[in-house]
């Protein structure tokens, strides 16, 4: 059984995939001027920190009380969801740069060791590919909503026969092909980025190429896949490891503080600072896998081409030289010289 599990870790850690990965781990790991910029290049995915609890209240929440709240509160609303807005597009903008700067300094970095990863220069590289990016994320956007606007258009027909029971069957169907086509969008987003950075082609084009490489590299993408859900499994593993033990030490905190004689603030105090670091270092880590993950797609696109270069010029030696073809003339030639 030992031998067994010796012989899988050895083909893991000369598997070219842990290669890159731990060589990717540490490129970022001795490059921490650029890690703020990993909280830009993620992938979007949100948290609600406001969650509605039902705790047995007695306060019904009625369609009149709603419109009370509405009516007294309407102007914190709208400059609520103003306010995020901007700071959405603002967060967007940024992240565009941050993106562009962050693959193209990964790219030059795995090129040469010795190029250095800097806060400035990734930003004013980013620059450079701002526009770039702004179109692919604008060519995403238009996708999406194609994508709604057709399957609103399907519904109409459904409305008018009103027939409920091919209604819900239509309604089951439609949701599973957008989903799934939300999720090849998702996947082929990051692979369009690489190659709307790397390459001068458009955003359209790139997606195409993306989808290209997927369908003839299926099995080394689910290699790349396989390779990013170990990685994730370490970040998720690492945040319930803090969630605990900030609990834990949040709860010690608490009843701590509840004994006589003991100052309700100052524990009340240490245990903020101590949420806010915690805070920090969820980000931090965040921003840590998010640059890991990029690194990893960059040398994943390259290798691709670099192998692909290989098969072709093995195919080109492989090929039998075809026998030179000799004219009349030159035939008669080498009869009279004989």
Known sequence: MEKNNTGIMNKIETSKYYQAAEEGFWRIWKNKAIWFWGLFVGTGTGYSFFESEKEGSDYNYTQGSFGDFIGLYWRWIVLAIAVLIILSIIFWLIS??????????????????????????????????????????????????????????????????????????????????FILFMFVLA????????????????????????????????????????TYIVINFLGGLIFIVVSVLTGLLAFYFYNYSLQDGNDLLLFGSLGGIWIV??????????????????????????????????????????????????????????????
């Open 187 to 226: 996947i082929l987003k990051p692979l369009a980025l690489v190659f709307t950075v790397l390459s001068k082609i458009t955003p359209k084009e790139s997606f195409i190429k993306s989808w290209k490489v997927v369908k003839n590299n299926f099995m080394e993408f689910l290699k790349l896949i396989l």
């Open 96 to 177: 565009a740069v941050a993106r562009a700067g962050v693959v193209m300094e990964m790219n030059d970095k795995q090129k040469n060791n010795r190029h250095k990863l800097e806060f400035e220069k990734t930003w004013l590289v980013g620059k450079k590919f701002f526009g770039k990016v702004f179109m692919l994320d604008l060519f995403f956007i238009v996708l999406v909503l194609m994508a709604l606007t057709l399957v609103s258009i399907a519904f109409i027909p459904l409305i008018i026969v009103e027939n409920l029971i091919f209604f819900w069957i239509f309604t089951v169907l439609v949701v599973i092909l």
């Open 277 to 338: 670091a915690v805070f920090i270092f969820l980000l931090t880590a965040r921003a840590f896998i998010s640059l890991w993950k990029i690194d990893i797609l960059v040398w994943w696109m390259k290798i691709l081409k670099v192998e692909k270069s290989k098969k072709i010029k093995k195919a080109k030696e492989s090929k039998v030289p075809k026998k030179a073809k000799v004219s009349k003339k030159g035939k008669a030639a080498t009869k009279k010289k004989a």
